[in-house]
């Protein structure tokens, strides 16, 4: 409870709890309005604690099952904020522009950041010496300007499992996208937007970068935890395959002196209950050649 109460006045610090204009309201958005200040809606942050909860309890469990969690900001005060955060947790995000297709076309945009990754690749090692000065500088620019969009998924392989989105109004073709593939979804919903267009909503101000920093941090440090569990939970796998390996080499060898043991003891008997005659040669048995008496 005191943590929640923690929490609370974090993000109320945090203008988490300021939402839009009376105006522009999404009326689906009524559960989770408190009240109306100076004809705008502030946001009940006892539901903004509970979805954000959730949300993070769900993310924690993705990440520890080893999948990946997509960021996606392309609101100019989320931006670096969000790629930051993605950064530091190793996971794909899009904070520049969202190509469409990036998702329902995810080969075709795969094939594009092989290109960039060759160009790179040439202008690192030294291939693109031959090249004039004019095509290397184009390759350069090429570079630059695909990185800018898909430096963000370069090392992301397949499609993610789930999609983290601040502002779901802004980013509604990502949205879309990942409705359509069955990826689930996580977002920051403000007062103007539906939250039924979300797996998991967390009614907040999506427009303050303190709001958006606080709940992204939230978040990050719930995908962390789950990675940091999986770590601890694959070491532990090995160190028991090993212990068990180790006990398996150790009764094999045991079996093997056991048999050593006893091929010894089988060489060192005679072969034999014969009584033993000169030399230590078994006496042969001669048979019975004598006649009855009376014949």
């Not at 946001?43 to 604690?49: A, E, Q």
């Not at 800018?148 to 992301?156: E, T």
């Not at 089988?266 to 009584?275: F, H, T």
Request: hydrophobic share 35%; charged share 30%; net charge positive.
């Amino acid at each position: 409870m005191e943590q929640n109460t923690s929490l609370q006045q974090q993000l109320l610090e945090a203008g988490v709890h300021f939402g839009h204009l009376k105006k522009k309201w999404n009326p689906k958005m009524l559960p989770y309005i408190f009240a109306e200040k100076k004809g705008i809606h502030i946001i009940d942050l006892n539901k903004t604690v509970d979805g954000l909860q959730e949300a993070a309890a769900a993310l924690k469990q993705i990440a520890k099952s080893g999948k990946k969690v997509m960021f996606v900001a392309t609101k100019k005060q989320a931006k670096d904020i969000v790629a930051e955060c993605a950064r530091k947790v190793n996971m794909p995000y899009a904070t520049e522009r969202w190509l469409g297709g990036m998702l329902t076309n995810f080969n075709t945009v795969r094939k594009s950041v092989k290109k960039m990754q060759s160009i790179e690749k040439m202008l690192n090692d030294g291939s693109a010496e031959s090249l004039t000065k004019k095509e290397r500088l184009t390759l350069s620019r090429d570079k630059d300007k695909m990185e800018k969009v898909l430096g963000g998924i370069a090392q992301l392989g397949r499609l993610p499992a789930a999609l983290f989105l601040v502002d779901i109004g802004h980013e509604h073709i990502a949205l879309a996208e990942a409705k359509r593939l069955g990826i689930t979804t996580f977002g920051m919903v403000d007062t103007n937007c539906d939250p039924n267009k979300v797996d998991f909503a967390v009614p907040a101000n999506d427009d303050a970068t303190k709001s958006i920093a606080i709940i992204t941090n939230y978040i990050t440090a719930a995908i962390a935890e789950g990675l940091a569990e999986r770590q601890a939970s694959r070491e532990e796998e090995e160190a028991q395959d090993a212990e068990a390996n180790e006990n398996e080499a150790k009764a094999r060898r045991l079996e093997q002196e056991a048999q050593a043991e006893g091929g010894r003891g089988r060489r060192g008997g005679r072969g034999n209950d014969a009584p033993a005659g000169p030399g230590g040669a078994p006496k042969r048995r001669v048979p019975n050649t004598r006649r009855p008496a009376g014949k």
